[in-house]
Nanobody, 126 residues
Framework: VQLVEAGGGLVRTGVSLRLSCAAS????????IAWFRQVAGKEREGVAA????????YYEDSVRGRFSISRDNAKKTVYLQMSNLNPEDTAVYYC????????????????????WGQGTQVTVSS
């Protein structure tokens, strides 16, 4: 099982960035996928989640309206489009897979996710 994130980098406030997460080794279309982020010394927090078919999505309050999660099950890839970035978005971003349960999606708790990527750093300068 592998989840490989890409697309992170150093950007300035206000710009956009798109992260991708390529999956292999499991039945991607049967799993919900979420993006989490973590700042050193803080807990990992869920920012966006997608149902296995992509029709249902959830967002953490601080990113709603700025971030958009989408997935291409044929390509086994999930994306996180991030717009109007600010320094508070600086973190390591992880994608993760979980059972396609609506409550798991809505809660975005890291302990419910079984497969994880290695993370990609996003740094937003002011």
């Amino acid at each position: 099982v592998q989840l490989v994130e890409a697309g992170g980098g150093l950007v300035r406030t206000g710009v956009s960035l798109r992260l991708s997460c390529a999956a292999s080794g499991f039945s991607f279309g049967d799993y919900a996928i979420a993006w989490f982020r973590q700042v050193a010394g803080k807990e990992r927090e869920g920012v966006a989640a997608s149902s296995n078919d992509g029709r249902t999505t959830y967002y953490e309050d601080s990113v709603r309206g700025r971030f958009s999660i989408s997935r291409d099950n044929a390509k086994k890839t999930v994306y996180l489009q991030m717009s109007n970035l600010n320094p508070e978005d600086t973190a390591v971003y992880y994608c993760a897979a979980a059972d396609p349960d609506n409550l798991i999606l809505a809660l975005m708790r890291s302990q419910d996710y079984v497969y994880w990527g290695q993370g990609t750093q996003v740094t937003v300068s002011s």
